[in-house]
């Protein structure tokens, strides 16, 4: 059964691009715009990992996170966050809301698969 992922940046074409990218490689994609839209989908819709952009309005990528890892019911999930900012104030805020790993963008496809099969554990 193939792992299911949610996207989630309120660029629609990184949204797409990465949703595309992710069904080649033999993932299962639902998508999100927004931080809230990206609760919503996670209440309900089976999710094995989120892809979330840090820089999003009205809610950031770090209060996601901190949101979905305070809720029992999906703080198991994996949560990668996705930021062009290379500073160390983005990847302490990151591990401070508890997310379980964090990319710089742009991402090599190598480094984005090698992350996604270390926290999905596929071969």
Avoid: Y
């Avoid at 074409?13 to 931080?35: I, Y």
């Avoid at 809301?97 to 071969?123: M, Q, T, Y």
């Amino acid at each position: 059964m193939s792992k299911r992922i949610l996207v989630v940046d309120d660029i629609h074409s990184n949204v797409m691009l990465m949703e595309a990218w992710l069904q080649a490689e033999g993932f299962d994609t639902s998508t999100a715009f927004s931080g809230a839209e990206c609760l919503e989908r996670l209440a309900s819709e089976a999710t094995d990992l989120v892809l979330l952009d840090v820089m999003m309005p009205v809610m950031d990528g770090t209060e996601v996170c901190r949101r979905i890892k305070a809720n029992p019911a999906i703080a198991g999930i994996p949560v990668v966050l996705l930021t062009a900012l290379n500073i160390e104030a983005a990847r302490d805020a990151a591990a401070k809301a508890g997310a379980n790993d964090f990319l710089v963008k742009p991402v090599s496809d190598d480094a984005l698969l090698a992350c996604l099969r270390k926290h999905l554990r596929e071969p």
